[in-house]
Protein backbone atom coordinates (compact mmCIF):
# COMPACT_ATOMS: atom_id res chain seq x y z
CA UNK A 1 0.00 0.00 0.00
CA UNK A 2 2.77 2.37 1.28
CA UNK A 3 5.05 1.06 -1.67
CA UNK A 4 1.44 2.04 -4.28
CA UNK A 5 1.33 5.41 -2.65
CA UNK A 6 4.65 6.31 -3.15
CA UNK A 7 4.42 5.06 -6.57
CA UNK A 8 1.45 7.32 -7.27
CA UNK A 9 3.04 10.43 -5.96
CA UNK A 10 5.89 9.90 -7.81
CA UNK A 11 4.19 9.74 -11.42
CA UNK A 12 2.43 12.98 -10.46
CA UNK A 13 5.81 14.57 -9.38
CA UNK A 14 7.22 13.77 -12.38
CA UNK A 15 4.44 14.78 -14.70
CA UNK A 16 3.47 18.44 -12.54
CA UNK A 17 5.92 19.81 -11.41
CA UNK A 18 9.03 19.39 -14.22
CA UNK A 19 7.40 21.69 -15.74
CA UNK A 20 8.48 19.60 -18.52
CA UNK A 21 5.13 18.53 -19.48
CA UNK A 22 6.21 17.40 -22.86
CA UNK A 23 7.34 14.57 -20.75
CA UNK A 24 3.44 13.28 -20.17
CA UNK A 25 2.95 14.50 -23.68
CA UNK A 26 1.90 11.30 -25.92
CA UNK A 27 1.21 11.02 -29.73
CA UNK A 28 -0.79 8.85 -31.73
CA UNK A 29 1.69 6.92 -34.57
CA UNK A 30 -1.04 5.62 -37.26
CA UNK A 31 0.46 3.60 -40.50
CA UNK A 32 -2.52 3.81 -42.50
CA UNK A 33 -0.34 5.61 -45.21
CA UNK A 34 0.98 4.14 -48.82
CA UNK A 35 4.47 4.95 -47.50
CA UNK A 36 6.24 5.20 -44.27
CA UNK A 37 9.07 7.04 -43.06
CA UNK A 38 11.67 4.33 -41.48
CA UNK A 39 10.78 3.99 -37.69
CA UNK A 40 14.52 4.53 -36.41
CA UNK A 41 14.16 8.02 -38.24
CA UNK A 42 11.01 8.50 -36.58
CA UNK A 43 12.15 7.40 -32.99
CA UNK A 44 15.00 9.89 -33.70
CA UNK A 45 12.52 12.82 -34.16
CA UNK A 46 10.77 11.58 -30.93
CA UNK A 47 13.84 11.93 -29.06
CA UNK A 48 15.01 15.38 -30.53
CA UNK A 49 11.03 16.72 -29.36
CA UNK A 50 11.25 14.99 -25.89
CA UNK A 51 7.98 13.24 -26.68
CA UNK A 52 8.17 9.93 -24.51
CA UNK A 53 4.87 8.80 -25.04
CA UNK A 54 3.27 6.18 -28.06
CA UNK A 55 0.32 4.57 -29.01
CA UNK A 56 -0.68 2.61 -31.75
CA UNK A 57 -4.43 1.34 -32.92
CA UNK A 58 -2.26 -2.61 -33.38
CA UNK A 59 0.75 -4.30 -32.76
CA UNK A 60 3.27 -3.10 -35.30
CA UNK A 61 5.67 -5.31 -34.82
CA UNK A 62 7.84 -3.76 -37.24
CA UNK A 63 7.71 -0.42 -35.16
CA UNK A 64 7.82 -2.05 -31.81
CA UNK A 65 11.16 -3.96 -32.73
CA UNK A 66 12.55 -0.73 -33.93
CA UNK A 67 11.08 0.92 -30.45
CA UNK A 68 12.93 -1.81 -28.65
CA UNK A 69 15.72 -0.05 -26.02
CA UNK A 70 14.13 3.11 -26.77
CA UNK A 71 13.02 4.12 -23.22
CA UNK A 72 9.83 5.03 -24.84
CA UNK A 73 6.42 4.31 -23.20
CA UNK A 74 4.19 2.69 -25.49
CA UNK A 75 0.42 1.63 -25.55
CA UNK A 76 -0.50 -1.15 -28.36
CA UNK A 77 -4.16 -1.94 -29.57
CA UNK A 78 -6.34 -4.71 -29.97
CA UNK A 79 -8.32 -3.85 -33.16
CA UNK A 80 -12.15 -4.02 -32.52
CA UNK A 81 -12.23 -7.17 -35.15
CA UNK A 82 -10.28 -9.07 -32.41
CA UNK A 83 -12.36 -8.15 -29.72
CA UNK A 84 -14.72 -11.22 -30.33
CA UNK A 85 -11.27 -13.39 -30.02
CA UNK A 86 -10.02 -11.74 -27.01
CA UNK A 87 -13.63 -13.32 -25.25
CA UNK A 88 -11.37 -16.79 -25.32
CA UNK A 89 -9.34 -16.78 -22.59
CA UNK A 90 -6.78 -18.85 -24.32
CA UNK A 91 -6.68 -16.43 -27.57
CA UNK A 92 -6.32 -13.25 -24.51
CA UNK A 93 -3.16 -15.35 -23.34
CA UNK A 94 -2.07 -16.12 -26.61
CA UNK A 95 -2.32 -12.53 -27.70
CA UNK A 96 -0.47 -11.10 -24.45
CA UNK A 97 2.34 -14.34 -25.49
CA UNK A 98 2.77 -13.48 -28.73
CA UNK A 99 2.39 -9.59 -28.84
CA UNK A 100 3.38 -8.26 -25.29
CA UNK A 101 5.88 -10.66 -23.41
CA UNK A 102 7.99 -11.45 -26.65
CA UNK A 103 8.48 -7.80 -26.48
CA UNK A 104 10.40 -7.79 -23.07
CA UNK A 105 8.88 -5.11 -21.66
CA UNK A 106 10.09 -4.74 -18.25
CA UNK A 107 13.47 -4.81 -19.61
CA UNK A 108 15.57 -2.02 -20.65
CA UNK A 109 16.59 -3.35 -24.05
CA UNK A 110 12.57 -4.25 -24.44
CA UNK A 111 9.69 -1.84 -25.47
CA UNK A 112 8.32 -0.70 -22.45
CA UNK A 113 4.64 -1.71 -23.12
CA UNK A 114 2.32 0.42 -20.57
CA UNK A 115 -1.26 0.24 -21.74
CA UNK A 116 -2.64 -2.31 -24.30
CA UNK A 117 -6.00 -0.27 -26.13
CA UNK A 118 -9.22 -2.88 -26.05
CA UNK A 119 -10.77 -1.96 -29.26
CA UNK A 120 -11.04 1.55 -30.60
CA UNK A 121 -14.09 3.71 -30.18
CA UNK A 122 -15.80 0.37 -29.77
CA UNK A 123 -19.27 1.92 -28.51
CA UNK A 124 -19.31 4.08 -31.52
CA UNK A 125 -23.05 4.97 -32.43
CA UNK A 126 -21.88 4.01 -35.84
CA UNK A 127 -21.39 0.21 -34.75
CA UNK A 128 -24.42 -0.13 -33.67
CA UNK A 129 -24.40 -2.59 -30.96
CA UNK A 130 -21.68 -4.72 -33.22
CA UNK A 131 -19.33 -4.62 -30.02
CA UNK A 132 -21.43 -4.10 -26.65
CA UNK A 133 -21.02 -6.97 -25.85
CA UNK A 134 -17.85 -8.47 -26.72
CA UNK A 135 -15.91 -5.39 -24.99
CA UNK A 136 -15.95 -5.75 -21.58
CA UNK A 137 -14.42 -10.01 -22.24
CA UNK A 138 -11.95 -8.96 -24.01
CA UNK A 139 -11.07 -6.34 -21.31
CA UNK A 140 -11.09 -8.73 -18.51
CA UNK A 141 -9.42 -11.41 -20.49
CA UNK A 142 -6.10 -9.60 -21.61
CA UNK A 143 -5.83 -8.07 -18.03
CA UNK A 144 -6.19 -11.78 -16.81
CA UNK A 145 -3.47 -12.58 -18.85
CA UNK A 146 -1.10 -9.77 -18.15
CA UNK A 147 -1.81 -10.31 -14.58
CA UNK A 148 -0.85 -14.12 -14.98
CA UNK A 149 2.46 -13.63 -17.06
CA UNK A 150 3.07 -11.43 -13.89
CA UNK A 151 2.53 -8.06 -16.00
CA UNK A 152 -0.15 -6.81 -14.49
CA UNK A 153 1.53 -3.28 -13.94
CA UNK A 154 0.29 -2.91 -18.01
CA UNK A 155 -3.29 -1.83 -17.77
CA UNK A 156 -6.01 -3.18 -20.70
CA UNK A 157 -8.01 0.15 -21.30
CA UNK A 158 -10.83 1.02 -23.84
CA UNK A 159 -10.23 4.09 -25.66
CA UNK A 160 -13.85 5.88 -26.01
CA UNK A 161 -15.02 7.97 -28.37
CA UNK A 162 -16.47 11.29 -26.33
CA UNK A 163 -20.00 11.02 -27.05
CA UNK A 164 -20.60 8.10 -24.78
CA UNK A 165 -21.74 10.42 -22.01
CA UNK A 166 -23.94 13.28 -22.29
CA UNK A 167 -26.21 15.62 -19.89
CA UNK A 168 -30.18 15.42 -19.61
CA UNK A 169 -31.63 18.25 -21.82
CA UNK A 170 -33.30 19.81 -18.78
CA UNK A 171 -29.80 20.28 -17.01
CA UNK A 172 -27.29 20.57 -19.46
CA UNK A 173 -23.91 21.23 -17.98
CA UNK A 174 -21.16 19.19 -17.28
CA UNK A 175 -21.84 18.90 -13.88
CA UNK A 176 -24.93 17.14 -14.54
CA UNK A 177 -22.46 14.36 -16.72
CA UNK A 178 -24.06 11.27 -17.08
CA UNK A 179 -23.18 8.34 -19.41
CA UNK A 180 -25.50 7.73 -22.31
CA UNK A 181 -29.17 5.76 -21.27
CA UNK A 182 -28.28 3.19 -24.04
CA UNK A 183 -24.96 1.91 -23.22
CA UNK A 184 -25.04 2.76 -19.50
CA UNK A 185 -25.07 -1.21 -18.54
CA UNK A 186 -22.46 -1.90 -20.41
CA UNK A 187 -20.19 0.79 -19.38
CA UNK A 188 -20.93 0.23 -15.32
CA UNK A 189 -19.01 -3.34 -15.50
CA UNK A 190 -16.42 -1.66 -17.60
CA UNK A 191 -15.55 0.59 -14.89
CA UNK A 192 -16.04 -2.14 -12.36
CA UNK A 193 -13.47 -3.68 -14.52
CA UNK A 194 -11.49 -0.50 -14.96
CA UNK A 195 -11.04 0.05 -11.26
CA UNK A 196 -10.24 -3.54 -9.91
CA UNK A 197 -7.36 -3.28 -12.10
CA UNK A 198 -6.44 0.23 -11.39
CA UNK A 199 -6.49 1.31 -15.23
CA UNK A 200 -7.32 4.57 -16.37
CA UNK A 201 -10.65 5.70 -18.14
CA UNK A 202 -9.40 6.83 -22.01
CA UNK A 203 -11.09 9.16 -24.14
CA UNK A 204 -10.85 10.69 -27.46
CA UNK A 205 -12.10 14.41 -27.41
CA UNK A 206 -12.29 16.30 -31.02
CA UNK A 207 -13.70 20.16 -30.84
CA UNK A 208 -12.99 20.24 -34.60
CA UNK A 209 -15.67 17.92 -34.89
CA UNK A 210 -18.00 19.91 -33.22
CA UNK A 211 -17.45 22.50 -35.49
CA UNK A 212 -17.50 20.37 -38.39
CA UNK A 213 -21.11 18.88 -37.63
CA UNK A 214 -22.22 21.98 -36.60
CA UNK A 215 -21.95 24.05 -39.83
CA UNK A 216 -21.72 27.13 -39.32
CA UNK A 217 -23.89 27.03 -36.43
CA UNK A 218 -21.14 26.15 -33.98
CA UNK A 219 -20.00 29.17 -32.09
CA UNK A 220 -16.33 29.00 -33.45
CA UNK A 221 -14.18 30.28 -30.85
CA UNK A 222 -15.76 27.93 -28.18
CA UNK A 223 -13.77 25.21 -30.45
CA UNK A 224 -10.66 26.81 -29.21
CA UNK A 225 -8.74 28.42 -26.10
CA UNK A 226 -8.58 32.20 -26.81
CA UNK A 227 -12.17 32.98 -27.03
CA UNK A 228 -13.29 36.17 -24.72
CA UNK A 229 -17.01 34.31 -24.10
CA UNK A 230 -18.19 31.55 -21.72
CA UNK A 231 -20.67 30.10 -23.32
CA UNK A 232 -21.30 27.16 -21.11
CA UNK A 233 -22.08 28.44 -17.52
CA UNK A 234 -22.30 25.80 -14.54
CA UNK A 235 -22.83 27.15 -11.19
CA UNK A 236 -19.85 29.16 -10.52
CA UNK A 237 -18.30 27.75 -13.25
CA UNK A 238 -17.27 29.44 -16.57
CA UNK A 239 -16.46 27.25 -19.31
CA UNK A 240 -14.79 28.98 -22.75
CA UNK A 241 -14.12 25.64 -24.33
CA UNK A 242 -15.73 22.72 -25.47
CA UNK A 243 -12.51 20.66 -24.37
CA UNK A 244 -12.51 21.18 -20.83
CA UNK A 245 -16.62 21.10 -20.72
CA UNK A 246 -16.22 17.54 -22.29
CA UNK A 247 -13.74 16.51 -20.10
CA UNK A 248 -15.96 17.51 -16.96
CA UNK A 249 -19.25 15.92 -18.15
CA UNK A 250 -17.18 13.04 -18.02
CA UNK A 251 -15.87 13.27 -15.35
CA UNK A 252 -19.11 14.11 -13.83
CA UNK A 253 -20.15 11.10 -15.28
CA UNK A 254 -18.18 8.92 -13.32
CA UNK A 255 -18.38 10.49 -10.25
CA UNK A 256 -21.90 10.27 -10.60
CA UNK A 257 -21.10 6.21 -10.79
CA UNK A 258 -18.99 6.50 -7.95
CA UNK A 259 -15.69 6.43 -9.72
CA UNK A 260 -14.94 9.87 -9.17
CA UNK A 261 -11.14 8.90 -8.48
CA UNK A 262 -10.57 7.24 -11.57
CA UNK A 263 -7.93 8.57 -13.92
CA UNK A 264 -8.93 9.68 -17.10
CA UNK A 265 -6.43 9.87 -20.04
CA UNK A 266 -7.08 11.63 -23.32
CA UNK A 267 -6.56 9.04 -25.86
CA UNK A 268 -6.55 11.41 -28.98
CA UNK A 269 -6.77 15.23 -29.52
CA UNK A 270 -5.99 17.25 -32.12
CA UNK A 271 -7.01 19.26 -35.14
CA UNK A 272 -6.33 18.64 -39.23
CA UNK A 273 -5.16 21.29 -41.59
CA UNK A 274 -6.61 20.03 -44.77
CA UNK A 275 -9.69 18.90 -46.67
CA UNK A 276 -12.35 21.52 -45.23
CA UNK A 277 -12.68 25.06 -44.55
CA UNK A 278 -11.80 24.63 -41.25
CA UNK A 279 -9.14 22.54 -41.39
CA UNK A 280 -5.45 24.49 -42.06
CA UNK A 281 -2.15 25.27 -40.35
CA UNK A 282 -3.76 28.82 -39.07
CA UNK A 283 -6.88 26.96 -37.49
CA UNK A 284 -4.74 23.87 -36.32
CA UNK A 285 -2.03 26.08 -34.64
CA UNK A 286 -4.50 28.31 -32.73
CA UNK A 287 -6.13 24.91 -31.06
CA UNK A 288 -2.91 23.01 -30.46
CA UNK A 289 -1.04 25.79 -29.04
CA UNK A 290 -3.78 26.78 -26.98
CA UNK A 291 -4.59 23.51 -25.93
CA UNK A 292 -1.01 23.09 -24.63
CA UNK A 293 -0.69 25.93 -22.70
CA UNK A 294 -3.87 25.41 -21.25
CA UNK A 295 -2.75 21.61 -20.26
CA UNK A 296 0.89 22.24 -19.73
CA UNK A 297 -0.48 24.72 -17.30
CA UNK A 298 -1.60 21.81 -15.20
CA UNK A 299 -4.53 23.67 -13.65
CA UNK A 300 -7.26 21.08 -14.99
CA UNK A 301 -10.31 22.06 -14.96
CA UNK A 302 -12.82 22.77 -12.20
CA UNK A 303 -13.36 18.85 -11.40
CA UNK A 304 -10.70 17.73 -12.36
CA UNK A 305 -8.12 19.62 -11.31
CA UNK A 306 -4.56 18.91 -11.85
CA UNK A 307 -2.75 17.67 -15.03
CA UNK A 308 -4.22 15.65 -17.77
CA UNK A 309 -2.40 12.91 -19.53
CA UNK A 310 -3.47 13.55 -23.43
CA UNK A 311 -2.29 11.71 -26.74
CA UNK A 312 -2.17 13.85 -29.99
CA UNK A 313 -4.30 12.74 -32.93
CA UNK A 314 -1.77 12.23 -34.89
CA UNK A 315 1.69 11.85 -35.66
CA UNK A 316 2.00 12.43 -39.00
CA UNK A 317 -0.88 12.46 -42.19
CA UNK A 318 -1.93 9.38 -43.40
CA UNK A 319 -3.28 8.92 -46.97
CA UNK A 320 -4.55 5.40 -46.66
CA UNK A 321 -7.02 6.33 -43.93
CA UNK A 322 -11.14 6.03 -44.78
CA UNK A 323 -12.32 9.43 -45.98
CA UNK A 324 -15.64 8.38 -44.33
CA UNK A 325 -15.46 10.86 -41.58
CA UNK A 326 -14.84 13.81 -43.90
CA UNK A 327 -12.00 14.86 -46.42
CA UNK A 328 -9.74 16.01 -43.60
CA UNK A 329 -9.55 12.77 -42.64
CA UNK A 330 -6.23 12.57 -43.60
CA UNK A 331 -4.63 15.14 -42.64
CA UNK A 332 -4.68 15.04 -38.95
CA UNK A 333 -0.83 15.20 -38.50
CA UNK A 334 1.14 17.52 -36.53
CA UNK A 335 3.79 16.74 -39.05
CA UNK A 336 3.23 16.20 -43.08
CA UNK A 337 3.25 12.64 -44.69
CA UNK A 338 7.01 13.39 -44.55
CA UNK A 339 7.78 14.14 -41.40
CA UNK A 340 7.77 17.81 -41.76
CA UNK A 341 5.87 20.07 -39.12
CA UNK A 342 3.07 22.13 -40.95
CA UNK A 343 3.38 25.22 -38.24
CA UNK A 344 5.13 26.35 -35.04
CA UNK A 345 3.76 24.33 -32.36
CA UNK A 346 5.60 24.36 -28.49
CA UNK A 347 4.62 20.93 -26.90
CA UNK A 348 5.69 23.15 -23.73
CA UNK A 349 2.65 25.30 -24.66
CA UNK A 350 5.33 28.24 -24.27
CA UNK A 351 5.15 29.53 -28.09
CA UNK A 352 9.01 29.35 -28.07
CA UNK A 353 10.76 26.17 -29.18
CA UNK A 354 8.48 24.11 -31.63
CA UNK A 355 8.53 20.63 -32.95
CA UNK A 356 11.27 19.03 -35.45
CA UNK A 357 10.62 17.13 -37.91
CA UNK A 358 12.15 14.04 -39.35
CA UNK A 359 15.70 14.26 -40.17
CA UNK A 360 17.46 12.86 -43.60
CA UNK A 361 13.79 11.88 -45.28
CA UNK A 362 14.70 9.98 -48.77
CA UNK A 363 12.25 11.12 -51.49
CA UNK A 364 11.65 9.61 -54.65
CA UNK A 365 13.06 11.30 -57.65
CA UNK A 366 12.47 14.41 -58.55
CA UNK A 367 9.39 14.06 -61.02
CA UNK A 368 5.91 15.44 -61.15
CA UNK A 369 3.12 14.14 -63.36
CA UNK A 370 0.93 16.65 -64.50
CA UNK A 371 -1.81 17.30 -67.13
CA UNK A 372 -0.45 18.93 -70.94
CA UNK A 373 -1.04 22.76 -71.11
CA UNK A 374 -3.13 22.15 -74.48
CA UNK A 375 -5.79 19.63 -72.98
CA UNK A 376 -9.12 21.55 -72.92
CA UNK A 377 -11.39 18.61 -73.21
CA UNK A 378 -13.07 18.69 -69.88
CA UNK A 379 -15.13 15.78 -70.28
CA UNK A 380 -11.70 13.39 -70.72
CA UNK A 381 -9.69 15.47 -67.74
CA UNK A 382 -12.61 14.76 -65.66
CA UNK A 383 -13.07 10.82 -66.17
CA UNK A 384 -9.16 10.64 -65.90
CA UNK A 385 -9.52 12.77 -62.57
CA UNK A 386 -12.00 10.63 -61.05
CA UNK A 387 -10.03 7.54 -61.68
CA UNK A 388 -6.52 8.71 -60.33
CA UNK A 389 -8.90 10.14 -57.33
CA UNK A 390 -10.24 7.00 -56.84
CA UNK A 391 -6.94 5.34 -56.68
CA UNK A 392 -5.12 7.94 -54.39
CA UNK A 393 -5.46 11.06 -52.65
CA UNK A 394 -6.90 13.87 -53.47
CA UNK A 395 -8.24 15.21 -50.82
CA UNK A 396 -6.02 18.55 -50.91
CA UNK A 397 -8.43 19.54 -53.78
CA UNK A 398 -11.58 19.78 -52.87
CA UNK A 399 -13.50 23.01 -52.72
CA UNK A 400 -11.98 24.97 -49.59
CA UNK A 401 -8.92 22.60 -49.38
CA UNK A 402 -5.41 23.99 -50.19
CA UNK A 403 -5.50 22.96 -53.64
CA UNK A 404 -9.19 23.66 -54.16
CA UNK A 405 -9.22 26.26 -56.04
CA UNK A 406 -6.84 25.57 -58.66
CA UNK A 407 -8.61 25.60 -62.65
CA UNK A 408 -9.76 22.69 -64.62
CA UNK A 409 -6.17 21.84 -65.78
CA UNK A 410 -4.30 21.74 -62.69
CA UNK A 411 -6.83 20.14 -61.20
CA UNK A 412 -6.13 17.34 -63.26
CA UNK A 413 -2.19 17.75 -62.78
CA UNK A 414 -2.84 17.15 -58.77
CA UNK A 415 -4.66 14.15 -59.13
CA UNK A 416 -2.35 12.76 -62.02
CA UNK A 417 1.13 13.64 -59.60
CA UNK A 418 -1.04 12.31 -56.81
CA UNK A 419 -1.25 8.55 -58.24
CA UNK A 420 1.77 8.93 -60.11
CA UNK A 421 3.72 9.44 -56.71
CA UNK A 422 1.47 6.81 -55.13
CA UNK A 423 2.58 4.11 -57.74
CA UNK A 424 6.38 4.86 -57.07
CA UNK A 425 6.53 7.30 -59.95
CA UNK A 426 6.11 4.21 -62.73
CA UNK A 427 6.08 5.95 -66.09
CA UNK A 428 3.38 3.63 -67.15
CA UNK A 429 1.24 5.94 -64.21
CA UNK A 430 1.52 8.78 -66.09
CA UNK A 431 -0.52 8.82 -69.61
CA UNK A 432 -3.87 8.91 -68.88
CA UNK A 433 -4.67 7.99 -72.58
CA UNK A 434 -1.81 10.75 -73.44
CA UNK A 435 -3.37 13.73 -71.16
CA UNK A 436 -0.52 13.44 -69.14
CA UNK A 437 3.45 14.44 -69.04
CA UNK A 438 6.10 13.87 -66.98
CA UNK A 439 7.99 16.86 -65.40
CA UNK A 440 11.33 17.72 -63.09
CA UNK A 441 8.98 21.32 -62.55
CA UNK A 442 7.18 21.76 -59.54
CA UNK A 443 3.75 23.48 -60.06
CA UNK A 444 2.86 23.99 -56.53
CA UNK A 445 1.06 27.29 -55.78
CA UNK A 446 0.27 29.46 -52.95
CA UNK A 447 -0.88 26.95 -50.07
CA UNK A 448 -1.09 24.42 -52.68
CA UNK A 449 1.45 21.48 -52.63
CA UNK A 450 2.53 19.12 -55.21
CA UNK A 451 4.44 16.59 -53.44
CA UNK A 452 7.01 13.66 -54.30
CA UNK A 453 6.53 10.67 -52.26
CA UNK A 454 9.10 8.97 -50.21
CA UNK A 455 11.37 6.61 -51.28
CA UNK A 456 9.79 3.09 -50.53
CA UNK A 457 11.81 1.13 -47.72
CA UNK A 458 11.89 -2.04 -47.73
CA UNK A 459 12.81 -2.79 -44.13
CA UNK A 460 9.07 -1.75 -42.95
CA UNK A 461 6.62 -4.04 -44.32
CA UNK A 462 3.11 -3.06 -44.36
CA UNK A 463 1.38 -3.79 -41.10
CA UNK A 464 -1.70 -5.81 -40.65
CA UNK A 465 -4.05 -2.95 -41.61
CA UNK A 466 -4.46 -2.66 -45.13
CA UNK A 467 -2.92 -0.25 -46.56
CA UNK A 468 -3.21 2.54 -49.51
CA UNK A 469 -0.70 0.53 -51.81
CA UNK A 470 -3.92 -1.04 -53.16
CA UNK A 471 -5.59 2.95 -52.64
CA UNK A 472 -9.00 2.93 -52.97
CA UNK A 473 -9.53 -0.36 -51.37
CA UNK A 474 -12.53 -0.34 -48.83
CA UNK A 475 -11.23 -0.22 -45.26
CA UNK A 476 -13.20 -3.16 -43.22
CA UNK A 477 -15.41 -1.14 -40.69
CA UNK A 478 -14.61 -2.07 -37.32
CA UNK A 479 -11.02 -3.07 -37.63
CA UNK A 480 -8.09 -1.00 -37.09
CA UNK A 481 -8.07 0.49 -40.89
CA UNK A 482 -10.66 2.83 -40.07
CA UNK A 483 -8.24 4.26 -37.19
CA UNK A 484 -10.75 6.74 -35.65
CA UNK A 485 -13.33 6.40 -37.43
CA UNK A 486 -16.58 8.43 -37.87
CA UNK A 487 -17.14 9.96 -33.96
CA UNK A 488 -20.38 12.67 -32.96
CA UNK A 489 -17.94 14.74 -30.28
CA UNK A 490 -21.37 16.58 -30.02
CA UNK A 491 -21.58 16.54 -26.42
CA UNK A 492 -22.44 20.11 -24.67
CA UNK A 493 -22.61 21.74 -28.29
CA UNK A 494 -26.06 20.78 -29.10
CA UNK A 495 -27.10 23.20 -25.98
CA UNK A 496 -25.08 25.73 -27.70
CA UNK A 497 -26.61 25.09 -31.27
CA UNK A 498 -29.75 25.56 -29.63
CA UNK A 499 -29.32 28.90 -27.67
CA UNK A 500 -28.23 30.13 -31.38
CA UNK A 501 -30.98 28.68 -33.27
CA UNK A 502 -33.57 30.23 -30.66
C1 LIG B 1 -0.55 -10.29 -32.46
O1 LIG B 1 -0.91 -9.08 -33.14
C2 LIG B 1 -1.03 -9.20 -34.54
C3 LIG B 1 -1.31 -7.84 -35.09
O2 LIG B 1 -2.55 -7.38 -34.62
C4 LIG B 1 -2.10 -10.20 -34.87
O3 LIG B 1 -2.17 -10.39 -36.28
C5 LIG B 1 -1.82 -11.52 -34.21
O4 LIG B 1 -2.90 -12.41 -34.41
C6 LIG B 1 -1.64 -11.33 -32.70
N1 LIG B 1 -1.29 -12.58 -32.08
C7 LIG B 1 -2.14 -13.29 -31.36
C8 LIG B 1 -1.65 -14.61 -30.85
O5 LIG B 1 -3.27 -12.90 -31.09
C1 LIG C 1 8.52 1.90 -18.35
O1 LIG C 1 7.77 3.09 -18.19
C2 LIG C 1 7.37 3.33 -16.84
C3 LIG C 1 6.44 4.55 -16.85
O2 LIG C 1 7.03 5.63 -17.52
C4 LIG C 1 8.60 3.51 -15.98
O3 LIG C 1 8.23 3.74 -14.64
C5 LIG C 1 9.47 2.26 -16.07
O4 LIG C 1 10.67 2.43 -15.37
C6 LIG C 1 9.79 1.92 -17.53
N1 LIG C 1 10.41 0.61 -17.59
C7 LIG C 1 11.53 0.38 -18.25
C8 LIG C 1 12.01 -1.01 -18.24
O5 LIG C 1 12.13 1.27 -18.84
C1 LIG D 1 -25.98 -8.06 -25.05
O1 LIG D 1 -26.25 -8.70 -23.83
C2 LIG D 1 -27.52 -8.34 -23.26
C3 LIG D 1 -27.62 -8.99 -21.89
O2 LIG D 1 -27.29 -10.33 -21.95
C4 LIG D 1 -28.63 -8.79 -24.23
O3 LIG D 1 -29.88 -8.40 -23.70
C5 LIG D 1 -28.40 -8.11 -25.57
O4 LIG D 1 -29.34 -8.58 -26.50
C6 LIG D 1 -26.99 -8.39 -26.09
N1 LIG D 1 -26.78 -7.59 -27.28
C7 LIG D 1 -26.24 -8.09 -28.38
C8 LIG D 1 -26.07 -7.16 -29.54
O5 LIG D 1 -25.84 -9.23 -28.46
C1 LIG E 1 -10.74 9.28 -3.59
O1 LIG E 1 -9.45 9.68 -3.21
C2 LIG E 1 -9.44 10.50 -2.04
C3 LIG E 1 -8.02 10.97 -1.81
O2 LIG E 1 -7.11 9.94 -1.99
C4 LIG E 1 -10.00 9.70 -0.87
O3 LIG E 1 -10.01 10.50 0.30
C5 LIG E 1 -11.39 9.23 -1.19
O4 LIG E 1 -11.89 8.39 -0.16
C6 LIG E 1 -11.41 8.46 -2.50
N1 LIG E 1 -12.78 8.18 -2.87
C7 LIG E 1 -13.17 7.00 -3.33
C8 LIG E 1 -14.61 6.89 -3.71
O5 LIG E 1 -12.41 6.05 -3.46
C1 LIG F 1 -7.96 29.02 -42.27
O1 LIG F 1 -9.35 28.82 -42.11
C2 LIG F 1 -10.06 29.90 -41.56
C3 LIG F 1 -11.50 29.46 -41.37
O2 LIG F 1 -12.04 28.99 -42.56
C4 LIG F 1 -9.91 31.12 -42.48
O3 LIG F 1 -10.57 32.22 -41.89
C5 LIG F 1 -8.44 31.43 -42.68
O4 LIG F 1 -8.30 32.48 -43.61
C6 LIG F 1 -7.69 30.22 -43.17
N1 LIG F 1 -6.27 30.54 -43.16
C7 LIG F 1 -5.49 30.25 -44.18
C8 LIG F 1 -4.06 30.63 -44.03
O5 LIG F 1 -5.91 29.72 -45.18
C1 LIG G 1 3.52 33.22 -30.84
O1 LIG G 1 4.57 34.15 -31.07
C2 LIG G 1 4.45 34.85 -32.30
C3 LIG G 1 5.68 35.72 -32.51
O2 LIG G 1 6.59 35.57 -31.49
C4 LIG G 1 3.18 35.68 -32.27
O3 LIG G 1 3.04 36.35 -33.51
C5 LIG G 1 1.98 34.76 -32.05
O4 LIG G 1 0.80 35.52 -31.94
C6 LIG G 1 2.18 33.94 -30.79
N1 LIG G 1 1.09 32.97 -30.69
C7 LIG G 1 0.44 32.74 -29.57
C8 LIG G 1 -0.63 31.69 -29.63
O5 LIG G 1 0.66 33.32 -28.53
Given amino acids: MAKGWWLFCSFLVMCLSISVQVECIGVNWGTQSSHSLPPKGVLQMLKDNGIHKVKFFDVETPILKALAGSGLDVMIGVPNHRLADMGDYNKAKQFVKENVTSFNPTSKDGVNITMVGIGNEPFLQAYKDLYINLTLP ?71 LALYQGQGNFPIDYAFFDGTDAPVIDGEVKYDNLYEANLDTLAAALTGEGFGNMSIIVGEIGWPTDGDINANASMASRFMNGMMKRVASGKGTALRPGYTEIYLFGLLDEDGKSVDPGDFERHWGILTYDGQPKYDFDLKGENKTFVKGVKDVKYLEKKYCIAKADVTDKKALDEAISYACDRTDCTASVPGASCGSLDDNAKASYAFNSYFQTMNQAKENCDFGGLAEITDK ?17 ATPPTAAPKASSPGATPVEGSASTGRPLQMALALSAIILASIVL
Avoid at 442 to 458: E, H, V, Y
Fill in 138 to 208: ALENVQRALDEAKLGHIKATIPFNGDIYTAPYTHYVPSAGKFRDDIRDAVLPILKALDKSKAPFMVNIYPY
Fill in 442 to 458: DISQGTCKFSIQLADIP
